[in-house]
């Protein structure tokens, strides 16, 4: 990530691409609380007409657990299957450490990846495999806008 900030910044391009590593909100504190992490829930349908709430809840995607079927396009979608999707925010799946740290922002959690990390099938216990590749994501973006800034505090052109 510091070798393609060095290149952006070294050829003058950062008005005119954007890499969403390097956008300067990431690791902001987030103002809501409790939003989902996907950016829009999409149903997903597979071949024997199954539909999950996910292309993550299909058993391909899965490494241990089964797939998670919320219903069927014959009776349509257990609204019973969906409550604890409803339900889901950072208070209800973030250990401790992730509610307080401080770069928490932009730090991706995927229901269906702590369902299949989980020791018990849930999607509330939150997998923390992305700690360390998050806050190196911070480091590049603090590395990047800071060069920004100092070359454009001291341009004199």
Not at 34 to 55: E, K, L, R
Not at 98 to 122: F, L, Q, V
Request: with cysteine; aromatic share 10%; hydrophobic share 35%.
């Amino acid at each position: 990530m510091i070798i393609v900030a060095d290149y952006i910044i070294n050829h003058k391009l950062w008005n005119k691409v954007s890499i969403s590593l390097l956008r300067k909100d990431l690791g902001i504190p987030e103002k809501d609380e409790h939003i989902y992490p996907c950016a829009n829930p999409m149903y997903v349908f597979d071949a024997t007409g199954s539909i999950y709430t996910c292309v993550r809840f299909v058993d391909f995607s899965l490494r241990s657990k089964p797939a998670r079927i919320i219903g069927n396009i014959q009776s349509g979608i257990d609204k019973n299957k969906l409550r604890p999707l409803l339900a889901y925010d950072r208070e209800s799946c973030y250990p401790q450490k992730c509610m307080d740290c401080e770069i928490g922002s932009g730090c991706r959690w995927c229901p269906a990846e702590n369902y299949d990390a989980s020791e018990n099938g849930t999607i509330f216990q939150r997998t923390t495999t992305v700690c360390e590749l998050h806050k190196a994501s911070v480091r590049a973006k603090n590395y990047f806008w800071n060069k920004i800034n100092f070359i454009k505090k001291n341009d004199r052109s």
